[in-house]
């Protein structure tokens, strides 16, 4: 995937741009329909690619315990949702077992600054891992999540406790909205972006929220699936 904003340009350009914006509260509680029918076709479109998904969550299920037959097949994890509520998040395990627990050893490696963690080449992630991540496979679970409520198709990234801890006023504007599977981030740079600009992509997006803006990221997710940008 390239780096590149909703216009098709440059990331940087827009990025400075929007830097210091805020979410309009108001603007967000206006758009009702908006939200109304976007909890409805997420949930619609997630039960439809659940079914149409299903070869694809047996064969990772299959290909996850052939790789590692003692650890479990889904891996779920506490995040932050809308308005600081606690969730549980699924995801296809592509890491070994008792990951979290060896993080500690691993943040001096951190590839990007702030909250996040992110590392090339991470030795927790097995051979599986490296394959799903990279088509965003492991990911396919938190169409669960949209179902139950938890998550949007499109939306920020839902973050870990310990990143909440170290948000500022301006980040956790992030938090004001229901988080996604996908989103502005994943299709215009992902890990090739640090957290700031982040932060900046999802501000823009809860402030240009819209039925054409949803599914031009939904068609772009797709397409990154099949053509991967720069997951690890």
């Known amino acids: 995937m390239q780096t590149e904003g909703h216009s098709g340009g440059n990331f940087r350009h ?12 108001d603007q ?5 329909l908006y ?17 149409l998904l299903i070869p694809v969550f047996v064969v990772t299920a299959i290909l996850i315990k052939i790789d ?14 809308k308005n600081g509520q606690l969730f549980k998040m699924y ?23 702030g909250p996040m963690f992110k590392m090339k080449s991470d030795p ?4 599986i891992g490296k394959v799903i991540r990279k088509y965003s496979i492991d990911e396919l679970p938190q169409l669960l999540n949209v179902i139950k ?5 499109v939306g920020p990234r839902p973050p870990l406790e310990r990143e909440v801890k170290k948000y500022t006023k301006y980040d956790r504007q992030r938090l004001l909205v229901m988080p996604g599977c996908t989103g502005l981030w994943q299709v215009s740079g992902r890990n090739g972006l640090n957290f700031d600009e982040m932060v900046s992509l999802d501000i823009m ?8 803006y949803d599914l031009w990221i939904l068609v772009r997710t797709i397409w990154i699936m099949f053509v991967p940008n720069q997951a690890y």
Not at 35 to 51: G, M, N, Q, V, Y
Not at 124 to 127: A, N, S
Request: net charge positive; proline share 2%; hydrophobic share 40%.
């Open 124 to 127: 927790r992630v097995t051979k």
């Open 28 to 32: 967000i509680e206006k758009k009702i």
């Open 91 to 113: 995801k296809f395990r592509s890491m070994v077992v008792n990951a979290d627990k060896n993080l500690e050893t691993l943040l001096k490696y951190n590839a990007i600054e």
């Open 149 to 153: 409520g938890d998550m949007a198709l």
């Open 205 to 212: 997006y809860i402030n240009k929220s819209s039925f054409h």
């Open 14 to 25: 827009y990025h400075s741009l929007t830097n210091n914006n805020t979410i309009s509260k």
């Open 68 to 81: 590692d037959p003692n650890g479990p097949i889904i891996y779920s994890q506490i995040r932050i949702g």
């Open 35 to 51: 939200h109304f029918f976007k909890r409805f076709f997420d949930e619609l479109l997630s039960i439809i690619a659940i079914i």
